[in-house]
Each structure stands twice: as C-alpha cells, then as structure tokens.
C-alpha cells in the first residue's frame, strides 16, 4: 500500500512478517483489527503559536511502523490519512471524527496517525458518534507534559481537552481526564486552577520516575478498574527531548521511556481501550527520524497489549 515498504526477510512467511507485508485498506465485513487512521494537520499548532510541521506526522509514522515485526495474527489495516489543507481545522475535525466512528463502528481498534494535538478533538468527537445513545464511563487517559486545557478564542492543539470536557459536560456524558507526566514549568498557574476545577486528576513529571512506578502503577490500575472505555492519547513531546526531539514542544525533562512504557502498556491491557492517537511527531525537526521511531515503537507495544487483552 502507499506509504508502506520495508525490509522483506526469508524465508517469506509468518514467521518473518512486517506491518508494511500485512497491512490491507479496510473493506465492509473485514473481521477486526488494529486500524490506523492518519490526521494530516498542524494548523492547531500554528493557532496555538507552536513550531508546525506536524502535518507530515501521518506519513513519517507509517515509515516508521513499515518495519515492524507481525507479532500474531491480528489483522492490520490503513483506512487513509484526514487532511487540513484549508486552514479550517474544525471542517477536518469533523472528517476524521466521521472516519475514526465507522472503525470503531466496525470493531477495530483504532489508531489515530498525528499531527497536531488538535487530533484528540477529532478522537474524542469520533468516539462519541460511535457510542450514539450509550453512556460507559469514559476515561480519556493523556501522557503529555500540557494540560492542554487553554481558553483561546478559536480551538488549536492546546485546548482539545477543555473541548472535549466542556462536551461532555454539556450532553451529559460520564468523561474523565487522567493526564500523565505535565510538567509545572510548562504550564500556567491558570492552567491548574482550570484543571482542578474541573477535576481532572494528574499527575506531574517528577512524580514518576522509577523509584515510583510501582504505586504508579497500582493507582493506574485502580482508576481503570472504576471505567468501562478508555481513549489514549500519547503527545510525543511528554518524552525527554533526548528521546523525542522532533516535536512543536520540547520537555525540558519529560517522562522517562522506561516508564511510558509500562503506563501505556498497563492502559491497554486494562481490556477497555478502544483507540489510541499520537500527536506531535515534526518531522521537519526530527534528527534521524528519533522521534517518530519511539513512537511507532509504543504503538507497537500498545496495540499488541490491547488485542492480548481482548483475546482474554
């Protein structure tokens, strides 16, 4: 498919498989499968007065994924890439909403290809058109160093989350927000009088280093276990800048990987994930494709986690 190559190892059967050999276009009746779904726009990014280059994320990730080892039989399917060519971000959002509801429609499990953070706006619509009249608790789970949470006069890649809530608020729809490693120095003292009025519960980056993952853990799984849906939502710039470099906003100190990683996975294996998106991916400022290497590798771990969960 377009956008997919790689290596093609011998002997050529299961056992040596890659994304870029198993991938297929998503076709009425198809059994499920992890679905990516790519969102081609920076233009939250530009409203928001960050470094854009995010609108080449979709087709730097799927690169990245090309290589990937086929871990198990799960079917792999690309369902296309949203552009925002316009500069009309809402038009787009609304498109992508429309796309990622029919996967969810369908049974997969849906992965949303970034682009700005704008992305979790369009996640978060597209999951409440595919929920309809049901109402599941819903826990949108963020690892990100921002609330994005900003009150701005028009919607951008900060201030998806206070979209989402302030929806849900007014439909009457039981949503939360968990936000994983914000940093206190990226963010405004209004920022955390917003995110505590609202109850969103959070937890910074220097609570979670290795010495703490363990309770980090427990508490996470606590917090999944009072939920009956989970959206996550991974912003690239919550890694350290060593490990992520390619993004709108560098962490001065981020999450470390070998905790991300645990998190995200105890996320997915929680059996309640129905999609996950990465935002933030600027390959313009991506030395040696760094960044969009990490995160193709933490899809990898979720999406695999998520569908061991499913399968009991």
Same mark, same amino acid.
Request: charged residues 20%.
């Given at each position: ?8 190892? %011998?002997?050529?059967?299961? &056992? ?10 998503? /076709? ?17 990014? #530009? #409203? $928001? =007065? ?16 090309? $290589?990937?080892?086929? !871990? ?44 700005? =953070?704008?992305?979790?706006?369009? &996640? ?5 058109? =595919? ?19 900003? #009150? ?12 989402? !809530?302030?929806?849900?608020?007014? =439909? ?38 290795? !010495?703490?993952?363990? @309770?980090?853990?427990?508490?996470? @799984? ?6 009956? #849906?989970?959206?996550?939502? %991974? ?37 309640? %994930? ?20 990490? /995160? ?9 986690? /998520? ?6």
């Amino acid at each position: 498919m377009e956008g997919w190559s790689g290596r093609i190892d %011998l002997p050529e059967d299961a &056992s040596t498989r890659r994304w870029h050999q198993w991938v297929r276009a998503p /076709a009425p009746g198809a059994p499920p499968g992890t679905a990516v779904l790519g969102f081609a726009c920076d233009e939250g990014v #530009r #409203r $928001n =007065h960050g470094r854009v280059g995010a609108a080449e994320g979709p087709a730097a990730l799927r690169a990245l994924l090309s $290589n990937l080892p086929v !871990l198990d039989a799960v079917p792999l399917y690309d369902a296309g890439t949203i552009a925002c060519t316009d500069g009309d971000l809402e038009a787009a959002q609304r498109r992508y909403a429309e796309a990622l509801a029919a996967l969810l429609d369908a049974g997969h499990l849906a992965v949303g290809l970034g682009g700005g =953070h704008e992305i979790a706006y369009a &996640s978060y619509l597209g999951l409440v058109r =595919h929920l309809g009249a049901r109402r599941p608790r819903v826990a949108i789970v963020n690892l990100d160093a921002h609330f994005d949470l900003r #009150r701005q006069p028009q919607p951008s890649s900060g201030t998806p989350f206070l979209q989402a !809530l302030e929806h849900a608020r007014a =439909h009457a729809l039981p949503v939360q927000y968990w936000v994983y490693g914000v940093s206190a120095s990226a963010n405004t003292r209004a920022l955390f009088d917003t995110a505590d009025a609202l109850g969103v519960h959070y937890v910074r980056d220097d609570e979670l280093g290795l !010495l703490a993952l363990p @309770q980090r853990l427990v508490e996470l @799984q606590a917090r999944l276990a009072e939920v009956d #849906r989970v959206y996550l939502s %991974l912003d690239i710039d919550a890694l350290p800048q060593a490990v992520a470099p390619g993004v709108s906003a560098p962490a001065a100190r981020g999450v470390p990987l070998e905790v991300a990683e645990p998190l995200l996975e105890a996320v997915a294996a929680s059996g309640k %994930l129905a999609l996950v998106d990465v935002a933030e991916v600027c390959p313009p400022l991506d030395r040696d494709h760094a960044t969009a290497r990490v /995160a193709a590798r933490l899809l990898h771990r979720v999406t695999r986690a /998520a569908w061991r969960a499913r399968a009991g």
